[in-house]
């Protein structure tokens, strides 16, 4: 498809187990974000990824929290013994290169994994 | 932290209304830019507007309209003669010069009723 494409849609896990949350940006787009969508917090960023460079991890929660990026295109993350505030919708993102003073990017978001963590 | 502020939670209206939902933002930034998505409730957060802070044109699309006063850092979105395909959460969100990280407001639910 054109868009973001995330899997699962809808994730049920016991605490305590780890999951894996996929993300396939839009083709051509190097920058790829993760969002975490809660009741509690809104909108908090979590990751962010832009060719080769190293990841901007600084928003990521805890250290059982990881993601990687293979090839420049496919996205992980990573929620190692969850935990049930981990419970939240996770939304991956992508834009084109971002690049200084060029008027930005516009960043375009996927339909987001539903992650209930019981 | 640089925030964003939506202080209207909720808003219903009647179709066929106008309605406005308001957003004021801080920042330390010389060059900035300023989005509103759009969150039906299949939970896909839908782009509907990137302005950058230095244009402060107001722009208006179809039903949409946005006006962004600088002087008062607020960035408010208009729609006119809504509908009930409208009914969404509406966020906005600021980045910063390299547009790198998208900080967001906590969201307006807009209730268009028929």
């Known amino acids: 498809g054109a868009g973001v494409s995330q899997s699962p849609s809808n994730k049920v896990t016991e605490k305590g187990k780890d999951v894996e949350l996929r993300c396939d940006p839009i083709?051509?787009?190097?920058?790829l974000y993760w969002y975490r969508q809660s009741l509690g917090q809104g909108l908090e960023f979590l990751i962010y990824?832009?060719?080769?460079?190293?990841?901007?991890k600084s928003g990521l929660p805890s250290d059982r929290f990881s993601a990687e990026r293979t090839g420049g295109s496919v996205s992980t993350l990573t929620i190692q013994r969850t935990q049930q505030e981990d419970s939240a919708v996770y939304l991956c993102?992508?834009?084109?290169?971002?690049?200084?003073?060029?008027?930005?990017?516009?960043?375009?978001f996927g339909e987001g994994s539903w992650l209930t963590v019981v | 932290a640089q925030k964003v502020t939506q202080a209207q939670t909720e808003i219903s209206v009647v179709e066929k209304e106008d309605v406005t939902l308001d957003c004021v933002y801080e920042?330390?930034?010389?060059?900035?830019?300023l989005f509103w998505y759009k969150q039906p409730p299949s939970g896909e957060l839908v782009f509907l507007i990137r302005?950058?802070?230095?244009?402060?044109q107001n722009e208006i699309s179809g039903r949409y309209s946005w006006n962004f006063q600088k002087s008062t850092s607020s960035f408010n979105f208009t729609i006119t003669a809504s509908q009930v395909v409208d009914s969404a959460v509406y966020f906005c969100?600021?980045?910063?010069?390299?547009?790198?990280?998208?900080?967001f407001g906590s969201g307006t639910q807009l209730t268009v009723l028929p």
């Open positions: 302005r950058n802070s230095f244009d402060e």
């Open positions: 969100a600021k980045a910063s010069g390299s547009a790198r990280q998208l900080t």
């Open positions: 083709s051509g787009h190097t920058a």
């Open positions: 920042t330390r930034d010389t060059t900035y830019y």
């Open positions: 990824f832009q060719g080769n460079s190293a990841p901007d």
């Open positions: 993102a992508s834009s084109l290169l971002i690049m200084e003073g060029t008027g930005g990017n516009t960043i375009y």
